[in-house]
């Protein structure tokens, strides 16, 4: 078991390369099962859950490695169509393989995916979508047996919430699919624009991703590409987050501010400075932070449920109360009573938290329970006074590279111990 042992209250200065986006890599990585040839994924993001869809990959016959931050994939000696439930269960993402697999091979057969890290996560608009494109599915025992019979077919599917997972199932089913699929109430948010982008890179025809409407016009075969992660937004808001919590000053490269449209002007409202160009964010915190009136998190462009908890440790400290109300999932405040342990002073009732700024968090040892609520107790210990300890590391390796690392290059006293 590893955990993070802090000692806080240092200002961090200075510059962060944001890492490629884990939600964009994980669909992408799927995605390759399409194509014939290699598709060598630039800025791809080392990660535990990178290195477990290269494991899924390599699984179905495919050749997978990774170096250096690139991922490399040849689909062509594809043989399998089964991934094995331990597999599923390491990684919740593992569900958008479904939709690639089908597309290629027009059968799939895999478990739920594990856990329930922020409260059930259903795949129904998943299911029924495929089903819509002429997907047979049978359950047993967990396991889903899918097969199109009559091969994929192209439809319109109306989705009742802009899920992430089930557009990007859908866009990876009708990439190879016989003729035209149109996705409207589609996700739109910017991972969704970077997997239809990398999907015409390797020759499919898809328009109007990143738009609530999404058109792919079925083609014969795609091809392998090189292509360009794009930068991870929530990995870049936890960082504005850090340079808040402990009154510094960061200048963090690849990171685009148009995908943090509703989360820059909720560090400018705690009164953190904000400035972005090319694409680069600078932001200096100012102490004390202001309170917030309210964050809602609902699907982009609004203020994403991924950064409800790095943003809300910012707020433990600020003068003044902020409410956070989370849309998005049901049990995503697991941080909220180790954020208390610290003395933070957060009361939460349903998908309402209300936060009473303090002026003092104390080091404390905590648990991660989930990745983006264990980066807010890093968050938390970076401004606590004393030492805090981080432990279930495991959970934050999934989505932020070396966190100790980017931190302790900026100033922060953090290292990484194995307990
Ligand atoms: N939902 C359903 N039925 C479905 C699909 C979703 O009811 O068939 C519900 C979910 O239960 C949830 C809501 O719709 O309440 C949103 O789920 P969505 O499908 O949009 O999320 P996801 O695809 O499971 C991705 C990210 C999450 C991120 C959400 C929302 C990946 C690998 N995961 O999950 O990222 O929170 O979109 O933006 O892309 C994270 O990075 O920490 C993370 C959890």
Do not use: W
Request: glycine share 10%; with cysteine.
């Amino acid at each position: 078991m590893q955990k993070l042992v802090i000692r806080g209250e240092k200002r961090l200065c200075g510059e962060i390369a944001v890492q490629g986006a884990k939600n964009s890599a994980l669909a992408l990585l799927a995605a390759c099962v399409l194509c014939s040839g290699e598709v060598v994924l630039k800025n791809c993001p080392a990660l535990s859950d990178v290195f477990a869809a290269c494991r899924i990959l390599n699984r179905l016959g495919c050749k997978s490695r990774y170096l250096d931050h690139c991922a490399y994939v040849d689909a062509g000696g594809m043989s399998e169509c089964a991934v094995p439930e331990d597999m599923m269960r390491q990684m919740r993402s593992s569900i958008v393989f479904l939709g690639a697999v089908l597309g290629r091979k027009g059968q799939c057969e895999l478990s739920y995916p594990g856990g329930c890290e922020l409260g059930p996560r259903p795949i129904d608009m998943h299911l029924s979508a495929l089903s819509q494109m002429g997907v047979k599915i049978n359950e047993e025992y967990g396991v889903l047996c899918c097969e199109c019979p009559k091969g994929l077919h192209g439809a319109r599917i109306n989705l009742d919430f802009p899920s992430v997972g089930a557009t990007e199932n859908i866009m990876l089913a009708a990439a190879l699919a016989k003729g035209e699929t149109v996705i409207t109430n589609a996700a739109r948010e910017p991972e969704i624009a970077d997997l239809g982008d990398f999907l015409n890179c390797c020759g499919a025809r898809v328009s109007g991703q990143g738009t609530s409407t999404i058109v792919i016009s079925g083609v014969d075969k795609l091809h392998g590409c090189e292509y360009e992660v794009m930068p991870d937004r929530i990995a870049a808001a936890t960082y504005m987050s850090a340079a808040a919590i402990t009154g510094g000053e960061l200048d963090l490269k690849n990171a685009r501010a148009e995908h943090l449209g509703a989360v820059i002007p909720v560090f400018e409202q705690m009164g953190c400075r904000v400035f972005s160009y090319d694409d680069r964010i600078y932001i200096a915190g100012k102490q004390p932070l202001k309170a917030v009136k309210t964050i809602r998190t609902m699907p982009f462009p609004a203020f994403p449920t991924d950064a409800q908890a790095v943003v809300m440790a910012a707020l433990t400290k600020a003068k003044g109360t902020s409410v956070v109300v989370e849309n998005i999932f049901s049990s995503r405040y697991r941080h909220v009573d180790e954020l208390v342990r610290m003395g933070a002073d957060i009361k939460t009732e349903g998908k309402v938290a209300v936060i009473e700024g303090v002026e003092r968090l104390y080091g404390a040892r905590v648990r991660a329970a989930d990745l983006r609520g264990g980066a807010a107790l890093v968050l938390a210990g970076l401004a606590a006074q004393g030492e805090t300890e981080v432990e279930n590391l495991c959970y934050i390796d999934r989505g932020y590279e070396s966190i100790e690392k980017y931190l302790r290059n900026v100033g922060a006293d953090v290292c990484r111990m194995t307990s």
